[in-house]
Nanobody
Framework: QVQLVESGGGLVQAGGSLRLSCAASGRTISRYHMGWFRQAPGKEREFVLANTRSGGSTKYADSVKGRFTISRDNAKNTVYLQMNSLKPEDTAVYYC???????????????????WGQGTQVTVSS
């Protein structure tokens, strides 16, 4: 199985940018479709974006389309979430996840991802 550790969260002003990292160990990320989710206080965890094992196809939530991108560095076994034009409503704990099946794409439900990191807090001030 794969272990995931997120980093890079923090406090940023509206309009700013952050890049989150998700470092994997145990297995190579090229085996998995990878996704990013987020959970704001009092809300359910929601899908942000995901891409295929090859990195060739990406699915975005409408709320982040045009602002967030996902990338992979297979040599570092790390997935990145680049977040631009951040808004206060982007404030949440961000989680990366690996689809243990990685047969179908896209998968946007929490229960379709088998492996999860511990999350990293992103706070956007207005």
């Amino acid at each position: 199985q794969v272990q995931l550790v997120e980093s890079g969260g923090g406090l940023v002003q509206a309009g700013g940018s952050l890049r989150l990292s998700c470092a994997a160990s145990g297995r190579t990320i090229s085996r998995y479709h990878m996704g990013w989710f987020r959970q704001a206080p009092g809300k359910e965890r929601e899908f942000v974006l995901a891409n295929t094992r090859s990195g060739g196809s990406t699915k975005y939530a409408d709320s982040v389309k045009g602002r967030f991108t996902i990338s992979r560095d297979n040599a570092k076994n790390t997935v990145y979430l680049q977040m631009n034009s951040l808004k206060p409503e982007d404030t949440a704990v961000y989680y990366c996840a690996a689809d243990g099946d990685s047969t179908y794409f896209p998968r946007t439900s929490v229960n379709e991802y088998e492996y999860w990191g511990q999350g990293t807090q992103v706070t956007v001030s207005s």
